[in-house]
């Protein structure tokens, strides 16, 4: 029933390690995106991707490689994880300007 | 480039104060203007939206104006609640697509 759904909700993890986050929507919607929420409360755009295409990739590392199999589906993958990395990631999607992002419950990433 | 601006929390308000919270936007076209609300532990759902001039959005007794002229979206709301204690984020997009461009958010907190 949930409309975006992220996986996994907390993700707790050593430095250096390569760990995936996975967003699906289940709203036909043909744009997917993934921000990033730091611990001011910030939110930031990583990426976005339409219909499978990426079409934003904002000043990110290349540690960081969105994936998308599907319209329903953007995956985040990140290498060699960072202590500045520690963050909400948010997934969102949406059809077009008018309509709003429907945002998920993002996933909390802390890095030890 | 294109940039929100909140005012700087947090608010502290009484139950059944009245709640003001400041928007002003940066942008070289014309874009849709948006409230997002985050509860505590959660993502971010849409509060109200506007895509024109004039236009003024509602939902949950919360209201706000889209007024071009001052390139304002102050988000109102006549008596708060509790329950209405969160972090309150305005925004902004063009396209179909494109990515919402956010204010550092301002966190409410309401006491009975």
């Known amino acids: 029933d949930t409309a975006v759904s992220q996986t996994p909700k907390y993700l707790v993890t050593q430095m250096g390690n390569d760990k995936s986050i996975k967003c699906e929507q289940n709203l036909g919607h043909d744009t997917m995106y993934w921000y990033k929420q730091d611990s001011k409360k910030f939110l930031k755009i990583m990426f976005s991707y339409n219909n499978k295409e990426l079409i934003i990739n904002e000043t990110v590392p290349n540690r960081f490689s969105p994936k998308s199999p599907d319209k329903a589906h953007l995956n985040l993958h990140i290498n060699s994880l960072e202590l500045g990395d520690s963050a909400v990631y948010f997934c969102?999607?949406?059809?077009?300007?008018?309509?709003?992002?429907?945002f998920g419950d993002g996933t909390r990433l802390s890095i030890l | 480039g294109d940039s929100v601006t909140q005012m700087e929390g947090p608010v502290t308000l009484s139950e059944e104060a009245f709640l003001t919270i400041n928007c002003t936007y940066t942008a070289t076209g014309y874009p849709s203007l948006f409230w997002y609300v985050q509860y505590p532990g959660e993502g971010l759902q849409l509060l109200l939206k506007?895509?024109?001039?004039?236009d003024k959005g509602s939902n949950k007794g919360f209201e706000a104006t889209y007024r071009k002229e001052t390139t304002s979206f102050h988000l109102e709301k006549g008596s708060v609640q509790v329950s209405d204690s969160a972090v309150y984020f305005c925004a902004l997009n063009y396209q179909a697509g494109t990515a919402l461009i956010f204010g550092k958010g301002t966190t409410l907190s309401v006491s009975s």
């Open positions: 969102a999607s949406s059809q077009d300007q008018d309509q709003p992002q429907h």
């Open positions: 506007a895509t024109k001039a004039d």
